[in-house]
């Protein structure tokens, strides 16, 4: 529930994230995921200032690294992290996994694995809301290597010019993989190219999230308007691209000093400077997270693995019958030769 202290809410929700970030790098450890393609958003939290801007109603799509930004916006973890480890259970019945999870019920229009491949998604959304009259603003979250993707620009064009309740969302994490941002653009001001289209746009400090919240806040009321716009909040990466990259590319002392920038750490440490909140309640805030990410955990494990025919569920239209597996195809062939 909200309280009357607006940092101690968005300390809650970025510990949250982090706490359940650490337990999906646990699942992947103990062989409980589905896949082997994992990639955290440890070091992103701040991310967490945004989803606070936004309202109910609103819509989103997120990249790769997007389990963040779907618990801030109200994912249930057990659900998730079952879909993870692609069981029954998840949110895509185990068949979306990490980087294909969605749950239109709050808004997630869906990750994607394609490197910007959710950004046009949200322009056909704030096209429908602007056709409709409604009050709802779509954003696309996406990280730093969509910068140098087309279908950005294209998408920013058509918002621009058709004055779209949209908001396109640039993590710069400072890595598209294993190269550095500065080696792939000589100018990281992201915001001076949404500009230059005709959107309101922010740089924002991804380790201050107030500052983050106070920054987007505007941009996204604006965009509710008919004013698009586009946020890039600069972070750092914590660990490497997916779960078994070791960052090779990165030195020890880069590494410290991004780590520095926590923004978690910088939440509490403002907490207990302001008096806003004592180090003993944020102690048991972080006991009670702990408790409730280790139950989601071992429950999401606990789940049940999808029946095999569901793989066509979803797939081809309820009223056209499905195709017969191939091992059950086979079996039957096996049995007739006997």
């Not at 309101?200 to 604006?222: K, M, Q, R, W, Y």
Request: aromatic share 6%; glycine share 12%.
């Amino acid at each position: 529930m909200p309280s009357n202290r607006p940092l101690f809410d968005l300390y809650r929700t970025m510990r949250r994230i982090r706490t359940f970030e650490e337990r999906v790098g646990e699942m992947f450890v103990r062989g409980e995921t589905a896949g082997s393609m994992l990639h955290l958003s440890i070091g992103e939290e701040g991310v967490a200032g945004i989803c606070a801007a936004m309202a109910d109603g609103d819509a989103f799509t997120t990249h790769h690294r997007g389990h963040g930004i779907f618990l801030a916006r109200g994912g249930d973890p057990v659900r998730m992290l079952a879909e993870i480890g692609g069981k029954a259970s998840g949110y895509c019945g185990g068949k979306g996994g990490s980087m294909h999870i969605a749950d239109t019920a709050v808004g997630h229009l869906g990750a994607n694995a394609i490197v910007g491949g959710g950004i046009p998604h949200v322009v056909g959304a704030g096209l429908s809301y602007k056709r409709l009259k409604t009050d709802q603003v779509a954003l696309a979250f996406f990280g730093d290597g969509a910068m140098q993707q087309g279908v950005l620009y294209e998408s920013m064009n058509l918002a621009a010019i058709w004055n779209l309740p949209v908001v396109f969302v640039c993590i710069n994490n400072q890595y598209g993989m294993g190269t550095r941002i500065d080696k792939a653009t000589a100018n990281t001001a992201f915001d001076e190219r949404a500009r230059a289209f005709g959107l309101n746009g922010a740089l924002l400090d991804g380790s201050d999230v107030e500052a983050v919240n106070a920054a987007a806040t505007p941009i996204i009321d604006a965009a509710r308007e008919g004013a698009p716009g586009f946020l890039s909040m600069t972070c750092y990466r914590f660990h490497g691209h997916a779960r078994m990259d070791k960052s090779p590319y990165r030195d020890d002392t880069e590494e410290a000093e991004g780590r520095a920038r926590d923004p978690v750490a910088k939440a509490r440490g403002v907490l207990i400077e302001r008096a806003e909140a004592p180090e003993a309640e944020l102690d048991a805030l972080d006991r009670m997270i702990a408790d409730e990410m280790d139950t989601a955990l071992e429950a999401a494990i606990g789940e049940g693995a999808p029946d095999i025919a569901a793989m066509f569920a979803d797939v081809y239209d309820p009223g056209e019958l499905p195709p017969i597996p191939v091992r059950q195809h086979l079996a039957a062939i096996l049995g007739e030769d006997r």
